[in-house]
């Protein structure tokens, strides 16, 4: 049986006790430096100046939460231990090693002061440092040197976006990954346009780069295995020259738990986690799936989606119906993602319309427009309602469904009006598949390819559309997934 | 000042892109195959360039993928790569 102390250099309560731990010949190790454990030693006249216990291994084996700490240890392991100051319990324990210490004069009982494996710098590296020995985190370090600026040299070898990325650093990566239940290795799909394997470490990894917050990584997995799913063809979307990029929806109670933005200015700037789960998921597609601009990405023009887009659907008792993901089969009481490929968002105005009817006519002509109106069963698209006309459809008790129907039904032109060259228009309809100009021709495929989300701030008579890519099963579909297998 | 540095991970997926050497080349390859990947008019080049090939005296064979927004399906690939001796694929609008 041995005693061994572990002491700080800055604490009061150690400078009390180190004297008699010091005459009594115990084996003492300080959580401190060199220079200032030998101060410490001086002022306070030790015999030997204590051994330092480097990289605070032993603190960390025996997870001190206070020092001085004494332990009993019998063959490294330990029987027994007294934290801070306690004159009756450190002599009781010091007996049973057979040591006495003089403790006269001390407080019989005095709180110690927090391990510096306690301090959340130092938490923070031994975590790491565990989860590099336990190979949860297996990625490659990259060393930056002390001369380089990490926003810089981390532009300069190609990893970001072009804005500033938050370094990431092992330490922020394992706090991040205290945010799922999965095992940082496991796979959550293969991005395109090489194939990458995303594994939930990688996608933190690029979701501290893109800034987000820890508790967003669940939203940022689900927003991954979606892209990575067969019917998004994320290949497609990244060759084609067309601008969609992945528009993520989040709808459910974790949403607002982590803070995203479901009401005013949800599309813009301001909301950390809305500005940053689609450029998590945007730098997962370029690190891991090694999709680049102007390489692999052949966007004529691109769009924000590009950089990252993500809202919180608004599912307050505003709302005038369940959430896109719920709608789409997700659990009412779980949160889901959908992911689609879509253009830039665009404000539909009707100030005047008070009755359903009305509101999805005037919605319904700018659904037309998506692509160009001579483009039929091509593009899909999402509205997004805002709150001021969901109250409309609400009042009215309108479902999601007789929404969809009607703006379905609203969205046919007469074939005559649509093919090429009627108007001085090149682009339409070929004139082969055009027997009866007065024949209606649907601008969507179906009433259910027309996705209805709601979010926005109370006030404003507006709604906003998406026009969509490539659709269906030859292009891409929208996917929805539950964000409750990455919690 | 810290000499040590920042250290960071690897964001990437650690992959290089693997070596491909080209093809070896003939210099007559026989048969050519004339791969549209489904874009509008895509079949109007290759119209084009199968009467070029034929009158230089090419096999050759017409292909397609089932959509221009995936790849092409590995089958496709296979047997483009057992039966011909070159692919021309027609990119674009």
């Not at chain 1, 005013?264 to 940053?276: D, E, V, Y």
Request: charged share 25%; aromatic share 4%; with cysteine.
């Amino acid at each position: 049986m041995e005693l061994l102390a572990l002491v700080k250099h800055d604490c009061p309560v150690c400078d009390q006790v180190l004297p008699a731990l010091d005459a009594a010949g115990v084996r003492i190790l300080s959580q401190s430096g060199e220079a200032e454990t030998a101060e410490q030693a001086r002022r306070l006249g030790l015999r030997a100046v204590p051994e330092l216990d480097e990289e605070l291994a032993l603190s960390e084996r025996f997870d001190l939460e206070a020092v001085p700490a004494v332990l009993l240890l019998d063959g490294g392991a330990e029987t027994g231990r007294v934290e801070g100051l306690h004159v009756a319990r450190l002599a009781a324990l010091a007996g049973r090693a057979g040591v006495s210490l003089d403790l006269q004069g001390l407080p019989e009982q005095r709180p110690g002061c927090a391990s510096r494996t306690r301090d959340p710098d130092v938490a923070a590296r031994l975590a790491a440092r565990r989860a590099r020995a336990d190979g949860r985190i297996r990625s490659r370090p990259i060393a930056i040197g002390a001369l380089e600026d990490p926003f810089e040299a981390l532009y300069e070898r190609g990893l970001t976006d072009g804005l500033p990325v938050v370094p990431p650093t092992a330490e922020r990566v394992t706090a991040m990954l205290e945010h799922t239940s999965r095992d940082p290795q496991d796979v959550v799909g293969e991005l395109a346009p090489y194939d990458g394997p995303a594994t939930v470490e990688k996608v933190a990894v690029n979701a501290v780069m893109a800034g987000c917050p820890d508790e967003a990584l669940p939203i940022v997995l689900a927003a991954v295995e979606a892209v990575c799913d067969e019917r998004f063809a994320l290949h497609g979307l990244l060759a084609t020259t067309h601008p969609a990029g992945p528009v993520i929806v989040v709808s459910g109670a974790l949403a607002q738990r982590i803070g995203m933005n479901a009401h005013g200015n949800c599309l813009g700037q301001g909301n950390r986690a809305n500005s940053t789960i689609g450029r998590a998921v945007q730098l997962v597609v370029r690190n891991v799936g090694g999709g680049r601009p102007g390489r692999e990405d052949r966007a004529a023009h691109g769009s924000p989606a590009k950089v990252g887009l993500a809202f919180a659907e608004r599912l307050d008792e505003t709302a005038p119906w369940e959430g896109l993901a719920q709608a789409r089969g997700v659990a009412e009481d779980e949160t889901g993602v959908t992911v689609m490929a879509l253009e830039a968002p665009r404000v539909i105005v009707d100030q005047i319309a008070r009755e359903p009817e009305g509101l999805c006519a005037s919605l319904a002509l700018a659904l037309e427009s998506v692509a160009t109106p001579r483009l039929r069963l091509a593009f899909d698209a999402m509205l997004l309602v805002g709150p001021e006309h969901g109250r409309i459809l609400r009042e009215a008790g309108w479902s999601r469904e007789r929404v969809q129907d009607e703006l379905f039904a609203r969205t046919m032109s007469p074939a005559g009006e649509l093919v090429r060259g009627a108007g001085g228009v090149p682009e339409g309809l070929d004139p082969r598949w055009v027997s009866d100009p007065e024949m209606p021709v649907g601008k969507f495929a179906a009433p259910d390819r027309i996705l209805l989300s709601y979010a926005g701030g109370d006030a404003g008579l507006f709604s906003m559309v998406f026009g969509g890519w490539a659709a269906g099963e030859i292009g891409s579909a929208p996917v929805t997934m539950s964000v409750a297998p990455w919690m | 000042m810290d000499v040590t540095g920042l250290e960071v991970l690897d964001p990437t997926a650690e992959r290089d892109a693997a070596e491909r050497p080209l093809a070896g080349r003939d210099a007559e390859p026989r048969t050519i195959a004339l791969l549209d990947i489904r874009k509008p008019r895509g079949d109007v080049f290759l119209d084009e360039l199968e009467v070029l090939l034929r009158a230089r005296g090419h096999e050759v064979t017409r292909e397609a993928k089932p959509t221009f927004t995936r790849p092409a399906p590995h089958d496709l690939r296979r047997d483009i790569a057992a039966r011909c001796d070159a692919v021309i694929e027609a990119l674009a609008d």
